[in-house]
């Protein structure tokens, strides 16, 4: 499973307001690996299919010309809105690796046989998990960690939000934190396994925050700094709703750069500064 080489970090969000779907591309100077981040919709299956698959499909075709395949996917929750959109997605499509936040029972059992049948290739992890020190997955320079996994103690927890898969990808000067729908109670986690990585590190530090950080704002582990003062943590349900969009629709899984002025867009492609 290799793609054609690239220089930059490339992260590709299908951005419909209630859905959540994000291919990472790891570059390096001969191939780039692939990472599907959940793939799903609150909105349900049928509403969005087809343009999940086509979101799929094209962004795998533009990175792998060679022909469309993933190096890992990464379940972060079992909500289904998070991954019910994921098979008729990856129809036609070889998948590597598997890994999964939360027990694996708590999946639907269309998705719990899925993973199942990838065997050892697929993988959970065990209550109050979370380790910088070893890269969950390494490709070149780029490494991605699991910031926090299974953050209430107790895998099975009902609580699926706040054990929800937390990921930060590196990249030379890059820093890409992925949050999905983790909670503030994931983020005081956070902040008591690792006070060094997030006194020492700032949002000013991070060049993209994927996912819906809805209450994390009240316990987001990284302070703000004073080299970082017009620095914001976007609640994304803040952005000026879709023309004849439910006002209480929360918006879901669009990209927030923490910078002065929050910017939303489908594919970033992040360059590294020396």
């Not at 700094?225 to 969009?245: C, H, I, M, R, Y």
Request: proline content about 8%; some cysteine; hydrophobic content about 40%.
């Amino acid at each position: 499973m290799t793609s054609p080489p690239t220089s930059d970090l490339e992260v590709h969000q299908f951005t419909d307001s209630m859905s959540t779907c994000t291919l990472l591309v790891l570059p390096d100077s001969k191939v780039a690996t692939t990472i599907l981040i959940d793939c799903g919709s609150a909105l349900g299956v049928n509403s969005v299919r087809s343009r999940a698959r086509a979101f799929v499909h094209d962004a795998l075709r533009r990175v792998r010309p060679d022909g469309a395949a993933l190096n890992y996917v990464v379940l972060t929750q079992p909500d289904p809105a998070h991954h019910n959109l994921l098979l008729p997605s990856l129809q036609g499509i070889p998948v590597g690796n598997v890994v999964y936040g939360g027990h694996l029972d708590q999946y639907a059992p269309d998705i719990r046989d899925w993973i199942k049948g990838h065997g050892i290739a697929a993988r959970g992890f065990p209550a109050a998990h979370s380790d910088i020190a070893n890269p969950l997955i390494r490709h070149g320079l780029g490494k991605v960690f699991v910031l926090a996994a299974n953050a209430t103690g107790n895998v099975r927890s009902p609580d699926t939000a706040t054990n929800s898969l937390v990921l930060l990808t590196t990249y030379g000067s890059l820093h890409v934190i992925h949050w999905g729908d983790a909670t503030a109670a994931t983020g005081r986690f956070i902040r008591a396994n690792h006070p060094t990585l997030c006194e020492k590190t700032g949002p000013a530090d991070l060049t993209l925050l994927t996912g819906h950080p809805g209450d994390a704002r009240q316990a987001w582990p990284w302070q703000l700094t004073q080299a970082s003062t017009d620095t914001v943590l976007l609640d994304l349900d803040e952005n000026v709703p879709d023309s004849g969009e439910p006002p209480r629709r929360r918006r879901h899984a669009c990209a927030s750069t923490l910078l002065e002025h929050p910017t939303h867009a489908v594919d970033w492609r992040l360059a590294t500064t020396p």
